[in-house]
């Protein structure tokens, strides 16, 4: 097992393509045109992966994350090859968180069965809404029928079952009574629930108002917990040691190396991100990878932003490590008095994380710690 001090490490593998783009989607993405694309784009896939490995070089690797996208458009093997090139860097595979993002209405029994076989061990599946009402709002090509044809298949072969849901979108919308029809056909362990964030498109649905979408956020919050389930960051909630390994590493400031079009890497070492253009014909050709290393007030602000927004916040002296100076000469204490005093953030047993009040106001919280960054 690593230890405290060893840099955990992920991989991150990006699949842009989709049958249609759903109407509240920012992420990159783009038509499946046929299946010589497809092709080219695994070959492009492990080539990079191969490639880039050697960039884990002094970390722990603990997870692997195919997302989108709608990566079960692709082929189990696929995900066998991935695997195979893991595990022959050394890393053993049991060691290893293996998620792989799935879209109800892509998948089939067979599929899921090859899936199994593969070394993937965790599904997120996009659920997003349990109301076709609010799935056709959100332009979802999935339908609850999808759901109930296909999760519990999903649930029986993988144990480590994650659900991806939205709020602040549908009108007059049940949630209790969603979440009681999802725990009616399947036992999940981890659920992530987002607030949605209408993106820069004409189409988009509207959002609804605050008030309405706090409600709704507080239904998810108070039916979980009921369920056994934690609230571990600001839209993760999972039942003991379910926690998602690979997002951690995000929220820890780990290292991750991502692969295809649009994916972002992070090197905690170097302390340099590097990212591939969002173009699906670059990446396949071998083209379209920058790199650039932030200041140090921006690895200060993107420490404090992953950190803070898991429930057990920072522990000051992983950060004092991380950065090579005390806690002090980074942040003036006043600004953290402040938010102490108002009751949106707590320093305990060394650590500085947000109340319930500071998680419900992250950014005011984290716009007051950045304007008092000493660098």
């Known amino acids: 097992m690593p230890s405290d001090m060893q840099v955990k490490s992920g991989i991150y593998i990006h699949i842009p393509f989709c049958t249609s783009k759903c109407l509240y989607c920012d992420f990159f993405s783009t038509p499946l045109k046929n299946e010589s694309i497809r092709y080219d784009y695994e070959k492009a896939v492990i080539r990079e992966l191969k490639r880039r490995l050697p960039e884990l070089k002094g970390t722990v690797l603990r997870s692997v994350y195919v997302g989108g996208g709608s990566p079960s458009l692709m082929e189990a093997p696929f995900f066998s090859r991935i695997s195979d090139i893991v595990s022959s860097a050394g890393t053993l595979l049991k060691d290893v968180e293996y998620t792989v993002e799935v ?41 609850v029928e999808d759901m109930i044809n296909t999760l519990p298949d999903l649930a029986g072969s993988f144990k480590n ?46 959002p609804l108002d605050e008030e309405t979408s706090a409600a ?30 690979h997002n951690t590493t995000y929220w820890e400031m ?96 060394g650590r500085i994380f947000c109340t319930e009040k500071g998680m419900d106001f992250l950014n005011t919280v984290l716009l007051k710690l950045f304007e008092f960054i000493k660098a």
Not at 187 to 200: I, K, L, N, W
């Open 216 to 245: 709704q956020e507080k239904t998810f919050t108070e039916t979980l917990l009921k369920k056994g389930f934690r609230r571990y960051e600001v839209s993760n909630y999972s039942k003991k040691g379910f926690e998602s390994v």
């Open 254 to 349: 780990g290292t991750w190396l991502g692969i295809g079009a649009g994916a972002r890497s992070f090197n905690s070492i170097k302390r340099e991100h590097s990212f591939y253009d969002e173009n699906t014909a670059s990446f396949i050709s071998g083209e379209g990878l920058s790199r650039y290393s932030p200041s140090l007030r921006e690895q200060i602000e993107e420490f404090l932003l992953m950190g803070l927004r898991i429930t057990e916040g920072i522990e000051i002296k992983r950060m004092e490590n991380h950065f090579g100076t005390a806690f002090e000469k980074m942040i003036e204490s006043s600004s953290l008095k402040s938010l102490i005093d108002e009751g949106l953030l707590k320093k305990n047993n």
């Open 103 to 143: 879209n109800p209405h892509d998948i089939s029994t067979d599929w899921i069965r090859e899936l199994k076989d593969t070394g993937v061990n965790r599904i997120s599946a996009g659920i997003q809404a349990f109301d076709d009402t609010v799935l056709k709002e959100m332009g979802r090509r999935t339908a």
């Open 161 to 206: 079952l994650s659900v991806d849901m939205i709020y602040g979108i549908g009108s007059g919308r049940d949630i209790k009574s969603e979440l009681s029809q999802i725990f009616e056909i399947i036992d999940p362990v981890h659920f992530s629930a987002y607030q949605y964030t209408p993106p820069e498109k004409k189409d988009a649905p509207a």
